[in-house]
């Protein structure tokens, strides 16, 4: 489960960082040409919120399951989180 809290810890700091860095776009004035910006990507953080919230629920599944019902449910998923993957690379 080291993992998982590898993959929370990574995710928090990067939403803290990402939202930290574009705070105050809109009241830059260096940054004028990139008004609305701010709003396209806090879209795209929170479809990464959503994705986070996925991979969260099958750590969940997984660590609350026997060891034999892990196998099986790790089976059962592949290809779901091979779509998984595919989406969140994109």
């Known amino acids: 489960m080291k993992i998982k ?17 574009f705070k ?14 701010d709003t396209r990507l806090l879209h795209q953080v929170d479809e990464l919120e959503l994705k986070y919230l996925e991979v969260q629920k099958i750590f969940a599944n997984i660590s609350s399951s026997t060891a034999q019902k892990r196998i099986q449910y790790i089976d059962g998923i592949k290809n779901y989180m091979k779509g998984l993957e595919k989406r969140i690379k994109e």
């Open 5 to 21: 809290e590898r993959f929370n810890a990574s995710i928090d700091k990067f939403i803290y960082e990402f939202g930290k860095v």
């Open 24 to 37: 105050n776009v809109e009241q830059s004035k260096d940054l004028r040409d990139f008004k609305g910006e």
